[in-house]
Every structure is written in C-alpha cells, then in structure tokens.
C-alpha cells in the first residue's frame, strides 16, 4: 500500500479528508446553492391550496437532500473551522490539514509531485514568480523520481513548513532548478509562510460565528453612553473610526503596542510617551494600536475606547495669545474627560510645550491634572532628539508618563506588512506581485535609500511600484520591476547587466589608464572593488569599497579617485572631498555629524545624504583627530553611522579613498636603496602603527592598503604629456592647434618635477609658463583661431 495512504487514514483527520477528496468544498457550496433555490421554488409552489401531492413530495425530498448536505457541510466544518484554521492541532492528527490535502494526492510515494500540482503547490509557485508551464516541464525532463518516504518527528504536528523544506533538502533536482530561476531555501520557505498565513486569515474572517469576529460588530448605538468631544474633534482624527479592522492585528502586534496597551490599562496615570527616531515611526505604532481596538483583540479594559490623534500644528495655528489658548486647551481637555472613552495621542508633545511658551503659557501646568486623573489617557510623540533636549528630565512632567520606547521594524516585520500591502494592491489595481519581489523591495529600501523608517520606504516603494509597472503596459511586479524603478529613483546600476556596462566593468583599468600613470597595484584594487559591487557578492552591510592610499604627494593618489568618479560613475562631480587637515581640532567630530547643542547639521551627514553614490575623498586622513578616526571604525566597517539627531546615515553604496603622505620619507629612502615599495608594503603598515600615526585596528577596517610608488622618469615624461593633451584640448576648442613635441615635453619634466612634490609642480610650470606666454600672444594677436604652434626647449612659442 502507498506509504502516504496508509499514514493519512492513521490520522483524526482522514474521515473530512476522505470527504474533501470524494466531494470537495466547492462542489458542496454550489449543489447547496442549487438545491436551496429549488427549495425557494417548491415552496412556493405548494403555498396555493390546489398545489398537487407530487410537489409536497418533491418539496420534502428536496429538503432532505439538502439537510444532507449540509451535515456534511457541518461535519466539514467542525473540523476545519474549529479546530484546524484555529491551529489546535492534536498528536492525533498527525499532519495539518493541509499537509494531508498533499498526502491524499500521493501516488507511487511521489511526494514532492503531489506538493507541486496540488492547489497549495501552485500557489506557492505562483508566488515565486514561476509559471505552471515550466513546472509541468520541470516534472517532464528534469524531475528524478524516486521511491520517497518522508521521515519526521512523530512526537510534533507535521506542518506545510516543514514537508516543504524536507522535499527542498531531499531532492537536488528540484534545489537545481529553484536556484536555476533565481530562487534560494529561504525564498521558498518564506512564501509557503505568506501563503499559509493568506489561507488562515480568510478562514478566520468566514468565521462569523468566533467570539472575535462577533465582538468587531459595533453594538447599536454603543458611543450614546459616551459625551461628545465636538471641541476636541475640530483638531483631532479619530483613528478608531478610520482605520479597517484587521482579523490578524491581535495576533501580529509588536511588542510596542504590547508595551503600551499595559501603561493604557493601569487605573491611574495611564499614560505613555512614545519615543522614537522619527515621527513616521511613532504613526505606525499608533495607527497598528488603533487596528487592535478595532478588531476587538485589545484588554478589557480598551475595547470600547475612542483613539483620537490631535494635531499639534493645526491647533497651535488656530491661536495668537495666550488667553485663547489656553481656554480652547482646557475646554478641549475637559470634553475627553466628560467623553470617558477617550485616549487622547498628542501627535508633537514637544511642539505643544514649545509653542504654548511661546505664547506665555505653562502648559504642563494645565496638562498635569489630567495626565492625573483616571478619566483620560494621554500618549504623547516626541523624537528621540526632543526629548533628550527637552522632556527627558523635566521633573514635573516625566513622572507622570510611562515611557515606551520604539525602535526600527525588524526584518520580518516589515516582510509581513509588505505581504498584506501586496494583498491590497492585488485586489485594487488587478495585478500580481510574487514574493521575490518583495524580497527586492526590503533589500533596496535598506540598501539605496537615506530614509529613517525602512519600513515606511520598502512600503512607499511597493505602493510606487504599481503605477510604474502599469504606466509599462504590465500587470506583474517582479525583482526586475522593482530594480528598474530603484534605479530610476537612485541612479545605481542594478538589475541585468548589459553589454555597454559590461564592457566598461571589465575593462576598468585601462579607462582608469588613461588619466592615471602607472600605479597598476591601485588600479586593480579599485576596479575590483567597482566589479564586486556591481555583482552583488561583496558585504551589503559595508561601503561598496575602502582604501587608502600612502605615498608621497604628487604621484598620482587624487587623481586616481577623480578618474574612478568620472570613468564608471559617468561624472567627475560624483567625486565628494573633504580635507582632514581642516578637521584636527576637538569640535571636528560635532563639525563632521552634527552639533546637538546648536542644531547644527553635520558636514558629512549632509554631504552623504545629498550624495550617496559616488566616490568620497577623505585626503590627508592622518591628520584628522581621533575622535573622528573612531567614528570612521564603525563607518568602514559597517556601513553607517548616527548623526547629532541619532538618525542613521546610510554610506554604503559608496567608496571611500582615504590618502595620506605618511610613511613618504620611509618609501624614498627604499627606492633610492633599489627597494620596491609596493612589494615592501607590510614594513611601511607596520612603521605607520609603531609611529602611531594609525591604529591597527583602523587600517584592518580598510579593504585594501595600497602603496604608491614614487614616479619614474618615464611615469613623468608620460604624465607631461598627459597634462600638455588636456592643454591641447582646450585649445582646440578654440581653433588653435598645439603640436606636443618630445623636446616640449622633456622641458617640462627637467624644469618642472621635483622629488618632493611628484608632477604635481608639472601643471604649475605648464601654467606659469606656457598657458601664460601663450594668453599674452593672443591677447597681442600673435596667435588666433587657425594657428598652429609649438615650443622650443627653452619653451619659446613658435607660430606657424
């Protein structure tokens, strides 16, 4: 006999399975349409006096047919509805419900077909983004069947969860072809997660009868035992009467609204101060509040609560004097209390205090006796910088809050709140989103944008998704959507790379060559860097690429980071620089991330949110102070960091150059001696650390440490005649053409490089001398659009 028969007729469950198998749940809901409605019809053809006998017959046949079915519809449903979508699973069961669909369906113990061309199977796949043609081929050519016995722990309930994930580890065929169309363990995983918890939420709302489905009808009249709040409301939205219960809001709430149902419940000073990072953050946990109150899941002692938000601007915007205020506040106060079902949530508890000062008014001297009574609760916002500023340790007004504290949604948190969106968009704008999808949109909110809430961005990014795909004339939203749309808004490359940029990644060093002499070891690091980005497979949760580069000036360690900016970023401009030399004193740290006592913006906060992609120059990083060493520690090594206001500063999709000349008069003294300085690079790092000019544990957070070696004398005859084609360039422009001779060029380079200062003082002299000697021949007129000229080795110009 078939393994997986024999083990579901084992199980409490075989008798409905056995039933949904013979006559499934909907066949049984239309033959009981069907039959009701002659029912309808019969009687009322037996109401008229002369009705026959054969109609009564009929009549009383038809009904018992009908009550027959529906005590099989009963019997169905004792089992589904009560115990199995309620997860009240016994030892007895064996499986879920849904694991024995699949079982039933089994045939030569081929248990991962059965999963797959089952209705559950499909969807799943659906939801991967997989077409059922290609798993109708995948199960032709490329599945491997075999004698499948699915081994588990008889002690627990064999879930969908873990059927799906020993069918993953159990066949390589099936793991081949998922990895095959971009699909990993935990993408499968994750979506029978989505679509179980899809099939359980509308079971449950079928449920009419639950105790929590019938305490979400409002009772008739039930705000009448309660006193109007028409003050209150002209500045208030009442979020109870807004938002749509949510048959899952008891189930899914975080532990923030946990936190805050208990401060709400206590019988006095039922207060709370939501703190947070930003306001949206504060919104989200009031709003997901309100969906507990409405769906009735919240304590006792709530249920029947109003939640008003009041809008803090719109009132402060309504008064200019004292008196006003503080009558309408107190008139307003006084309407929440008689009300007696009010919780009341100031939307800015920093701006009220603020603004009614402004006015001359105390106005935690009015809130103080409400914020005692028992009649009101009160839940003020404030961010996290307000309140260390201002709220923290007022000792008249912190006693009588509770302070709950809310941080950044978590990952599954945030993959839930998209799946339920995605539920929405389906149904409002007929389209389709698969979980990949979603998976891209929580990976590039974190990644590419600077909001403060990813929660908030990943969903504004799916809700834009929708035009977007629809604007291109398609009804699914996949990864390639969402990286398109990603790019846009950003400008990072993503998604497939094409021919033209493929081209450009892989031959980076010979483009980086053409503006840089030499340095083949700093080229390489830095195209590396650019081809690991733009694949995926370097660390997300670091920049895109650090070095630093040591040598001495002049050789080549700025131009290398202009070069990278205006050869693979497209613009020279994607080049951000700051001098460290100018960031040496105490306050550099304040200057760099914000002051918190002056509200003063942080250069580089600021620099990295206007500016997130690119190329960041950090020269002279030796001499910048050490505070600021320690906060690149954390920057380098994790990819972020927290401004004055404690709001993260996302700097990971850039890379970061830091030069310095240290260790130079170590790296000359080697190449007089005929020492490479390249190759000799672990002495250089280890005297750099022994002279403390670096911490080791600074230059481990580097991904690479590259030695510039001072130029050759061929290294600068190339780089003159680099500098004299810019030159060239410049004047062609202008119709005059400059002919580049080798006695031109070994002019400059005698005259001007200097061992100190590398060909740095090149474009000094070619300025001082011959861009100036030629200016004043055109100013004579010696030289106009048309001429040809040239200099002598004395550096005499010469027009033909």
């Not at 106060?333 to 100031?346: D, P, Q, S, T, W």
């Not at 990072?492 to 450009?504: H, T």
Request: aromatic residues 8%; proline residues 2%; without cysteine.
């Amino acid at each position: 006999m078939n393994y997986y028969r024999s083990l579901v007729k084992k199980s409490r469950l075989y008798p409905v399975l056995l039933l949904e198998q013979i006559f499934p749940a909907l066949s049984r809901h239309f033959f009981l349409q069907i039959i009701a409605l002659v029912v309808v019809v019969l009687i009322g053809l037996s109401l008229p006096a002369q009705a026959s006998g054969l109609v009564a017959g009929l009549l009383l046949l038809t009904l018992a047919l009908f009550l027959a079915l529906w005590v099989l519809e009963l019997f169905f449903r004792s089992y589904y509805y009560e115990s199995i979508i309620t997860n009240e699973y016994g030892a007895e069961d064996i499986f879920t419900f849904t694991v024995g669909r699949i079982l039933f369906q089994v045939r030569d113990n081929r248990a991962l077909e059965a999963f797959l061309t089952s209705k559950i199977g499909e969807e799943v796949i659906r939801r991967l983004g997989i077409h059922q043609t290609i798993v109708d081929q995948f199960l032709e050519k490329e599945y491997q069947p075999t004698v499948e016995i699915f081994s588990f722990d008889s002690r627990e309930v064999l879930r969908l969860k873990a059927m799906v994930t020993w069918l993953w580890q159990n066949h390589e065929s099936w793991q081949r072809w998922l990895a095959k169309n971009n699909l990993q363990q935990t993408d499968l995983l994750a979506t029978v997660d989505w679509v179980i918890r899809d099939l359980e939420t509308e079971a449950q709302k079928k449920r009419w009868w639950s105790r929590e489905n019938l305490e979400r009808v409002p009772g008739l009249a039930e705000d009448w035992a309660y006193g109007g709040t028409y003050t209150l409301d002209r500045y208030s939205q009442d979020l109870t009467s807004t938002v749509v219960a949510d048959a899952t809001a008891g189930s899914a709430r975080s532990q923030e609204v946990i936190s805050l149902e208990t401060v709400l419940s206590r019988s006095r000073e039922a207060n709370a101060l939501l703190v947070g990072s930003d306001a949206e953050a504060l919104r989200n946990t009031l709003w997901q509040f309100a969906r507990v109150i409405k769906s009735g899941t919240t304590l006792p002692t709530l249920r029947k609560k109003r939640l008003l938000l009041f809008s803090v601007a719109n009132f402060l915007a309504t008064f200019s004097d004292r008196q006003g205020f503080e009558l309408e506040l107190g008139k307003a106060l006084n309407e929440a209390v008689r009300a007696g079902n009010i919780i009341l949530a100031v939307d800015n508890l920093a701006s009220l205090l603020g603004g009614g000062e402004g006015l001359g008014s105390d106005v935690v001297a009015i809130l103080e006796p409400y914020l005692a009574a028992n009649q009101l609760q009160i839940i003020g916002f404030v961010e996290i910088d307000a309140y260390q500023r201002l709220l923290g340790t007022h000792q008249a007004l912190m006693p009588r809050f509770e302070k709950v504290d809310i941080t950044e949604v978590g990952e599954e948190r945030i993959m839930t709140l998209l799946e339920d969106l995605s539920k929405k968009l389906e149904k409002v704008n007929k389209i389709k989103i698969i979980y990949p999808a979603l998976r891209e949109v929580y990976q590039n909110a974190e990644q590419y944008f600077q909001a403060e809430s990813i929660a908030d961005k990943a969903m504004d990014l799916l809700v834009e998704a929708v035009p977007w795909v629809l604007g291109h004339g398609r009804n699914l939203i996949d990864r390639s959507v969402i990286q398109e749309l990603t790019k846009e808004k950003t400008s990072i490359p993503l998604g497939k790379i094409d021919q033209a940029e493929q081209q450009k990644l892989l031959g980076l060093e010979a483009a980086l060559h053409t503006r840089v002499i030499g340095q083949e070891a700093a080229l390489k690091a830095v195209a590396g860097a650019m081809r690991r980005g733009r694949t995926g497979i370097r660390n997300l949760k670091r920049p895109m690429g650090s070095f630093l580069f040591l040598g001495p000036t002049g050789v080549g360690k700025t131009e290398t980071a202009k070069a990278l900016a205006a050869t693979f970023f497209g613009r020279e401009d994607a080049l951000l620089r700051l001098d460290m030399s100018e960031y040496q004193t105490g306050d550099a740290l304040e200057r760099l991330i914000g002051s918190f006592g002056s509200g003063q913006p942080g250069v580089l906060a600021s620099l990295i949110r206007e500016n997130p992609y690119g190329v960041l120059l950090l020269d002279e990083f030796e001499k910048t102070n050490t505070k600021v060493l320690n906060l690149f520690l954390q920057i380098l090594d994790e990819g972020f960091f927290s401004d004055m206001m404690g709001k993260r500063v996302n700097a990971r999709n850039l890379i970061f150059i830091a030069t310095s000349n240290a260790g130079a008069k170590l790296l000359w003294q080697m190449v007089k001696s005929g020492r490479d300085p390249v190759v000799a690079k672990d002495e250089i790092v280890n005297t750099l650390i022994s002279q403390a000019i670096y911490r080791p544990e600074l230059l481990n957070r580097f991904d690479e440490i590259v030695v510039f070696h001072p130029l050759s004398e061929n290294n600068l005859q190339a780089v003159a005649r680099l500098l004299l084609k810019k030159l060239a360039v410049r004047l062609l422009n202008q119709g005059i053409t400059l002919i580049i001779t080798d006695d031109l060029v070994d002019v400059v380079v005698r005259e001007g490089s200097n061992e100190l200062f590398g060909a740095r003082p090149m474009q000094r002299l070619i300025q001082d001398r011959v861009e100036q000697g030629l200016a004043e021949a055109m100013i004579r007129g010696e030289v106009k659009s048309g001429s040809r000229i040239s200099f002598s080795d004395h550096l005499k110009l010469t027009v033909e």
